[in-house]
């Protein structure tokens, strides 16, 4: 699992300023010893369960195994995981990366109320023979509990459902109720982007088929090697960098991977963006964004590459060379197999940990992701009352003045600032093409860092940090009608209803906190209006 990094003279001093800094204090000591004056001093020691979590798990290794033959004894062909941000983004990972295991049940992870996209999972599926896990800390949290309510009313057999949730929450309260097979607990001082190692992350990866005493095996490595002096630390020195580079105005961490991990960068996404960006600082995570010749990028990025053994992309390693050769600050991981996943989710949490420490701010807390949940509760409300949203007049992508509105937007761009596109439609592989092209178009022209999220799963992710770090972020939200709709059990609002409120309430938050922002609306034919957008934004860049 080496860590090897090549940065600006300047950069390289600061960093090595910073680790004998963290020796002379004794702050490895004090980050395994919980002290919360290593941050800011706010409660922060009741959210570090995470650095016990691999040796707890390691001690029940044998219970995961045993969970593992019951979901094979029982003849599962399918998984569906149900639920957001913390309690979706790990299990999506390791579905990413393993597939299926020979002998275990496939799995597939919904983190979207777009109702095509909760449609496209149910054809997917044999319903008799999935096994469903609800996946929600809190319990309360909106999505995992409608995904919760459409599935339980097709199946109507609740041996097939499974809860991975806090103890005393409302879901468990449910579970109980409806007789779930099994209810398995998280843990309190564990936030939802830290639970990867907890039974979050671990109940689903066992289900799948995982070697699991080889998993944590590499994590509890990991974790060793984090207790070493700051130089020495893998978790420690990534950390170093990553906030002295906060510090110094390289706040964009682009991340580079391997094809065979390529979700990594989504868990890393929800972990960086929603630990840092805060009181106006952050590190804003650039995922999937195609590597580029130097010159088109600022003065602002950091890049890191995390590359599998044996499976490196030939273009990765020419595109991060000359990079490398250009001065930019170049981070390389080398996982040895895909086993070491968990080992790099421990990294990582340390390194996000140790980066919140050195930017000032409280890694553990997420103030701005209620904003956006308060403002669709609030509408989803006013459509139980009333049956309809409140009017609105969009900008439609027919509209002759689209692309001048574009264009205005887009001209906002400075040195520094980054691009997002926030798409509230089907996430497929179609629909993520169409945003790419035109993300790579603003970076190309622009030369800034650009972002893909698809809603509303960002909204416990990068939300964050869009709308409590830095304001350098100019967003172009993207909606669309729906042609076909589902009913939500038992609530007057439907997937679609839900899935426009939570566009609208997002729109308002960042309208609320001074955010350049665009929303625009495709219609109910989305093939042609993404092929719409894309013209209106070469349009606005380019004539």
Not at 488 to 515: C, H, I, M, N
Request: glycine share 10%.
């Amino acid at each position: 699992m080496s860590l090897e990094y090549s940065l600006p003279v300047d950069m390289d001093a600061k960093v090595r300023a910073t680790l004998e800094d963290w020796t002379e204090k004794g702050n490895v000591a004090r980050l395994w010893a919980k002290d919360p004056t290593l941050w800011t001093n706010k409660g922060e020691e009741n959210w570090l369960g995470w650095l016990d979590i691999v040796d707890t798990q390691v001690d029940h290794s044998a219970d995961l195994v045993a969970f593992a033959s019951e979901v094979k004894e029982r003849g599962f062909e399918q998984i569906l995981l149900l639920g957001m941000g913390g309690s979706s983004l790990c299990p999506e990972v390791l579905k990413m990366t393993f597939g299926k295991k020979a002998g275990f049940p496939e799995m597939f992870v919904l983190d979207s109320t777009d109702p095509a996209q909760v449609k496209a999972f149910e054809n997917k599926l044999h319903l008799e023979k999935t096994l469903f896990f609800v996946s929600s800390k809190s319990g309360s949290t909106l999505e995992p509990n409608i995904f919760k309510d459409y599935f339980f009313d097709r199946v109507k057999n609740p041996g097939q459902f499974v809860a991975i949730t806090d103890p005393g929450s409302h879901m468990q309260q449910v579970a109980e109720a409806d007789g779930f097979w099994k209810v398995f607990y998280g843990d309190k001082t564990i936030g939802g982007r830290y639970s990867a190692l907890s039974n979050f992350g671990m109940i689903p990866a066992a289900a799948m088929g995982l070697d699991m005493p080889r998993f944590l095996h590499e994590a509890q490595v990991m974790v060793g090697d984090c207790h070493n002096e700051p130089a020495k630390n893998p978790g420690v020195a990534l950390g170093a960098i990553l906030g002295v580079a906060a510090n110094s105005g390289r706040d964009k961490l682009t991340i580079v991977t391997s094809p065979g991990i390529f979700d990594l960068g989504a868990w890393l996404e929800q972990l960086i963006a929603e630990s840092t960006g805060k009181n106006g600082k952050g590190i804003i995570p650039v995922d999937r964004e195609p590597l580029a010749p130097p010159h088109l990028y600022g003065k602002d990025r950091v890049f890191v590459y995390v590359r599998l053994q044996g499976a490196v992309e030939n273009a990765h390693e020419v595109g991060i060379a000359a990079l490398e050769e250009a001065g930019f600050p170049v981070i390389k991981i080398t996982m040895p197999d895909e086993y070491h996943l968990g080992a790099e989710f421990f990294r990582w949490e340390i390194a996000t940990a140790v980066a919140g420490s050195i930017i000032g701010i409280n890694p553990f807390d997420q103030p701005d992701v209620e904003a956006s949940k308060i403002a669709t509760k609030k509408l989803t409300s006013q459509y139980e009352e009333t049956g309809s949203l409140p009017a609105e007049t969009p900008v439609l992508i027919t509209d002759p003045d689209a692309s001048d509105k574009i264009k205005e937007l887009l001209s906002t761009l400075q040195p520094n600032d980054y691009f997002a596109v926030l798409g509230y439609i089907d996430m497929n592989e179609s629909t993520e093409i169409s945003l790419q092209s035109i993300r790579s178009m603003v970076r190309d022209s622009k030369k800034v860092a650009t972002c893909l999220g698809f809603g509303p799963r960002f909204l416990h992710s990068t939300g964050q940090a869009y709308k409590g770090g830095p304001n350098t972020g100019v967003f172009l939200q993207v909606t669309c009608d729906d042609p076909v709709d589902l009913a939500v059990p038992g609530a007057r609002y439907s997937f679609g209803v839900v899935k426009a409120a939570q566009a609208r309430g997002d729109l308002e938050v960042l309208t609320e906190r001074k955010r350049r922002a665009l929303r625009i609306h495709l219609g109910s034919d989305l093939r042609t209006g993404l092929m719409k957008l894309r013209g209106a934004v070469t349009k606005a860049l380019y004539k």
